[in-house]
């Protein structure tokens, strides 16, 4: 029996042996397995070994020794943003107002992050209210209306000089919403209704200015260029005159010079004919009959004209006593 329970126990032995090893290497694998880290991108791991700070991994694969450092904190190195509640604060002029705040930070040093404040998130938002009643302390209601952008710097520039002992950086802060209480909301309201209207006004005066300025131009244009017609006109009909003018008297110069001509042609061929004395007196007479041309009251007739005159008179005389021959009858 004895023989048998030894032979039970050696086998008993030999099989579990192998096992035990195997638990062994699993669960040293398991560890090792388990102490492997790895870091990925725009990720810090702050380690500590034995309680205390030992490093900062960064991106890529690291193994930690096990059970003598351990990960105190897995930090992100990414810009974040924060919203805050409202904040209630109070103006120069005692208006309290309600602000919310928007902050984006980014954490530059994982070390002093992990160990310079407990609660970082906490301490900012109070830091940020803090900073924010006394900055709009300083301005009245109006000016913290208007005065974003102001705010805004002088917030960053204190909380970033802050926040720099806890490994942290403000890029920015924003004011995102500014609410007065009801009643100045709409005394606001009205004062902008009021601008709004006084604007319109004047909107409207401006242009009923500009037309009446526009309408009084164009008087001014229209009789300045009606002036111009005119004197154009004028212009044009002195000219029309001038030239009917210089025509009229170029037609007269020719008609002149186109009797003068015929009077030269006349003579001419008075000369050529040779005429006799007789002749020349009757020609005499004639141009007297025409320079009298019935208007003269008396007219001196030369002596060497008068006997022809007087031969005339008696001629005309004699042909008006002849009877004319009387008409022929029908029958």
């Not at 102490?35 to 990720?43: A, E, R």
């Not at 992100?76 to 509640?85: N, Y």
């Not at 208007?146 to 806890?166: F, K, V, Y």
């Amino acid at each position: 029996m004895k023989t048998f329970a030894l032979a039970g126990a050696l086998s008993l032995s030999n099989i579990l042996g192998p096992i035990i090893v195997l638990l062994i290497v699993v669960i040293i694998l398991g560890i090792l397995a388990s102490n492997i880290k790895v870091v990925q991108q725009s990720k810090a791991v702050v380690i500590e070994r034995l309680g205390a700070f030992h490093a900062v991994w960064g991106v890529g694969l690291h193994l930690k020794v096990p059970f003598i450092e351990r990960v105190a904190k897995t930090v992100s190195l990414k810009e974040q943003v924060v919203d805050f509640d409202p904040q209630p604060v109070i103006t120069k002029d005692n208006v309290t107002m309600q602000i919310d705040t928007v902050l984006y930070f980014q954490i530059t040093d994982p070390k002093l992050y992990t160990y310079g404040v407990e609660h970082p998130m906490s301490a900012i938002e109070n830091l940020t209210a803090t900073t924010l009643r006394n900055i709009i302390g300083d301005l009245e209601l109006d000016q913290s209306l208007t005065s974003r952008d102001h705010i805004n710097t002088q917030m960053r520039a204190i909380l970033d000089e802050a926040t720099d002992p806890w490994g942290i950086k403000v890029n920015r802060v924003e004011l995102k919403n500014i609410m007065p209480p009801r009643d100045i909301q709409e005394s606001m309201e009205k004062q902008m209704r009021a601008e709004r209207e006084r604007r319109e006004a004047i909107l409207q005066a401006e242009g009923q200015k500009q037309s009446q300025i526009l309408v009084a131009e164009g008087e001014k244009q229209s009789a300045i260029l009606r002036a111009d017609a005119a004197k154009q006109a004028k212009i044009m009909e002195a000219e029309a005159e001038k030239t009917a003018r210089i025509l009229a008297a170029e037609a007269e110069s020719e008609a002149i010079m186109k009797v003068q001509q015929a009077t030269a042609d006349a003579i001419k061929l008075i000369n050529e004919a040779s005429p006799s004395e007789g002749v020349i007196k009757i020609k005499a007479l004639e141009a007297f009959q025409k320079a009298a041309d019935g208007r003269a009251t008396k007219i001196i007739i030369p002596s060497e004209l008068q006997g022809l005159a007087g031969l005339c008179a008696s001629a005309k005389s004699v042909f008006d006593t002849v009877e004319p021959n009387p008409p022929k009858s029908g029958k």
